[in-house]
């Protein structure tokens, strides 16, 4: 039973950023919407917010793993659904970038 505690240990360090990263990976909803409102916009100015957004979560997850020497078992899980979220935004930005939005497709309705 201790394994499992030096494992899972230090959640008041795990858990606050893990919400965090979970709160951060719906701003890619608004970045859409406004990119759906100005289409005539080029690339280069959504592109940042939207690279910016990525960094912020990959830093999140990174520093805190680094900063509070979390557990293997607790770093894992972190690391993993900064990863997974990383990911999620990615599919969703590009799904409705290139098949909605600048295609004006059937995604395009979809779009909050």
């Known amino acids: 039973m201790g394994i499992f505690y030096y494992a899972f240990s230090k959640p008041e360090y795990t858990y606050p950023p893990l919400f965090l990263i979970y709160l ?43 900063v509070y020497s979390l557990p293997p078992a607790s770093a894992m899980i972190l690391t993993a659904e900064m990863a997974r979220m990383s990911m999620k935004m990615h599919a969703y930005f590009r799904e409705k970038i290139v098949n909605g939005i600048n295609r004006d497709g059937e995604i395009a309705k979809f779009i909050p």
């Open 24 to 66: 951060m990976s719906f701003m890619i909803v608004p970045i859409v919407v406004v990119i759906n409102k100005y289409r005539n916009v080029g690339w280069c100015f959504y592109l940042p917010f939207y690279g910016l957004l990525q960094i912020i979560i990959i830093t999140i997850g990174i520093t805190t793993s680094v």
